[in-house]
């Protein structure tokens, strides 16, 4: 019998807090206008940027009403719009990226990749990438198999 705190879910949990917590330093460190998760959204608009709110919480695994309250923030601190749009038969609110915004997201997207290759040159690149694909594919599988939902 294996002891769980020698399981994969139970390593994957302590160096998840842990890159977190490194994370979080690097933001309140270089004291960014942004949170980390207040990035993570930005990052995400980059990615997706017809993306809604509801969407959004299923892609950053928080709540739609947690994810509002980003939002609001970074409305609040003029790096984001939400506009009315018709999607369907539906009205949405439609998210874009300010000039400040994109200014801010650039300045620190460097700056964070910068800290990313450089807390990464011990390892090969190859290995990072297979690692994220095997951490993605483990989540997945997890949610789907465990019906998991964050609303």
Do not use: W
Not at 67 to 84: Q, W
Request: aromatic share 8%; net charge negative.
């Amino acid at each position: 019998m294996e002891h769980y705190t020698r399981s994969l879910p139970y390593e994957l949990e302590l160096t998840s807090r842990v890159l977190h917590e490194v994370a979080k330093c690097f933001f309140e460190r270089n004291n960014y206008p942004v949170s980390q998760d207040e990035f993570i959204i930005l990052d995400c608009l980059y990615m997706y940027p017809d993306i809604i709110q509801i969407e959004l919480a299923k892609l950053i695994l928080k709540g739609r009403a947690h994810t509002g309250k980003f939002l609001k923030s970074l409305e609040e601190k003029k790096l984001i719009e939400r506009t009315p749009a018709k999607q369907g038969s539906k009205i949405v609110m439609k998210i874009s990226v300010t000039p400040k915004g994109h200014e801010i997201y650039e300045t620190i997207s460097k700056s964070l990749d910068e800290h990313i290759q450089e807390s990464n040159s011990d390892y090969e690149i190859e290995k990072v990438r297979e690692v994220i694909d095997m951490l993605r594919v483990i989540r997945e599988k997890a949610v789907e198999k465990y019906s998991i939902k964050f609303e």
